[in-house]
């Protein structure tokens, strides 16, 4: 491949690696890429077109396209091939073709993919790009979102569940008034969202800083200075803060498994934990980490291959 040339340090630059999957391994390198550079993955589903008239129509048989987006240049190459050798290593080689690579400057980037973020609805929370226009119904809960580089407006599957799981607690048990802990806030879309419905006050935690930047930029969009804290960190970083009538984890299956005993004490009684990000193969061991720290599963929301545990304390 033709090597790029060297990137103005006075712009911000970004990798973007895309690739091909089939589609029974999408969901599976999706995670492997969100693992390996930190941030969000775009799936691309492969369209037909019909005719001039028709449409078009998804191509559920068709490998879909992704691509995941890393902060710098230097280090492009060795991504590269350390994303190929985790592949290879996954048993997902010949299932992921077509690798590459190219760089992007962030604000060319950010332009451009805001014409692929529409207005979402789940349940009665409608989550609205800052640059898209919508006039409320009745009864809605409106969320204004500005993703900036790496993070989703609630299009993922498991940012979807999550804030089902959400509107289930607001009605069902503590949120209103509540102390709630975002831990992996992204975006910071889940901390906005439970203010929204009614919670008190959120603390919203992220290892990069970036997310914390989009969560404190997101929460002033929304007006919610003072109810929205976001911090850089992990579960260490709300040291004396809990415990918490709510607990969100849109994080992984190994993270959750680490952290079950900490999230288990981080909770009030008979407060809820709705953990996040799982893939449907390593539930299992997800689900028994989390009972194993004292915690039990009330429910399970699927969608596709990803999973959300809505778990309680024994």
């Known amino acids: 491949m033709t090597e790029q040339p060297p990137p103005n340090q006075a712009d911000a630059i970004w990798t973007e690696l895309s690739l091909r999957a089939r589609p029974d391994a999408?969901?599976?390198?999706a995670e492997l890429l969100q693992e390996l550079t930190g941030n969000g993955v775009t799936i691309e589903p492969a369209i037909e077109a019909l005719g001039p008239d028709e449409g078009y129509r998804l191509d559920a048989a068709a490998p879909s396209t992704l691509r995941a987006y890393a902060r710098g240049s230097a280090s492009a190459t060795a991504l590269r091939f350390a994303v190929e050798d985790a592949l290879r290593e996954a048993g997902l080689g010949a299932a992921a073709t077509s690798l590459s690579w190219r760089l992007i400057k962030e604000e060319d980037w950010a332009e451009a993919w805001k014409a692929h973020y529409d207005v979402e609805r789940v349940g009665r929370i409608v989550v609205r790009p800052a640059w898209r226009?919508?006039?409320p119904q009745a009864?809605?809960?409106?969320?204004?979102?500005?993703?900036?580089m790496a993070f989703g407006t609630g299009q993922h599957a498991t940012t979807r569940m999550c804030l089902q799981?959400?509107?289930l607690q607001a009605t069902s048990h503590k949120l209103q008034g509540?102390?709630?802990?975002?831990?992996?806030c992204g975006s910071g879309v889940l901390a906005i969202a439970a203010v929204a419905l009614g919670a008190r006050r959120v603390l919203a935690v992220d290892v990069e800083e970036q997310a914390?930047?989009?969560t404190r930029s997101n929460t002033a969009l929304n007006g919610m200075q003072g109810r929205v804290e976001a911090r850089l960190g992990s579960i260490e970083a709300v040291a004396g803060e809990g415990p918490f009538d709510l607990v969100l984890a849109n994080i992984n299956a190994a993270t959750l498994s680490a952290l079950a005993h900490d999230l288990a004490r981080s909770l009030k009684p008979d407060a809820a934990l709705v953990a996040g990000g799982i893939?449907?193969?390593?539930?299992e061991g997800c689900r028994a980490a989390l009972e194993a720290a004292g915690l039990r599963v009330e429910r399970t929301l699927s969608e596709g291959d990803w999973r959300t545990l809505v778990l309680r304390c024994a």
């Not at 999408?26 to 390198?29: C, P, S, T, Y």
């Not at 509540?178 to 992996?184: P, Q, S, T």
Request: proline residues 3%; glycine residues 12%; hydrophobic residues 55%.
């Open 212 to 214: 914390v930047a989009a």
């Open 26 to 29: 999408v969901e599976a390198v």
């Open 279 to 283: 893939i449907a193969e390593r539930e």
């Open 165 to 167: 799981a959400l509107q």
């Open 178 to 184: 509540g102390n709630v802990l975002d831990l992996g």
């Open 133 to 135: 226009e919508y006039a």
């Open 139 to 148: 009864g809605e809960v409106v969320v204004v979102l500005d993703p900036g």
